[in-house]
């Protein structure tokens, strides 16, 4: 299970794999009942942080969600 911040790479339908993201949230439970990890593009994820805003992003079943080994650059962490 990846921690907000993590990178993560996303199972699709078709059964292909996408890199290039970050979770963004906890697990949560969806109006549906499946667990989800909100996730952003690495893009979004940078631009949000650069504008000390929240990164936007989708829900995403936990059971398609990888961490990925790809190394990604650590931005500093925010204080509360």
């Given at each position: 299970?990846?921690?907000?911040?993590?990178?993560?790479?996303?199972?699709?339908?078709?059964?292909?794999r996408?890199?290039?993201?970050?979770?963004?949230?906890?697990?949560l439970?969806?109006?549906?009942?499946?667990?989800?990890?909100?996730?952003?593009?690495e893009?979004?994820?940078?631009?949000?942080?650069?504008?000390?805003r929240?990164?936007?992003?989708?829900?995403?079943?936990v059971?398609?969600?990888?961490?990925?080994?790809?190394p990604?650059?650590?931005?500093p962490?925010?204080?509360?």
């Amino acid at each position: 299970m990846p921690d907000p911040g993590q990178c993560v790479g996303l199972l699709l339908e078709d059964g292909s794999r996408r890199q290039g993201f970050r979770a963004i949230s906890c697990p949560l439970t969806s109006e549906t009942g499946e667990v989800v990890i909100w996730v952003a593009t690495e893009d979004e994820y940078r631009a949000a942080w650069r504008s000390n805003r929240e990164a936007v992003g989708v829900p995403w079943p936990v059971d398609r969600i990888s961490i990925s080994d790809a190394p990604a650059h650590q931005l500093p962490m925010r204080s509360a």
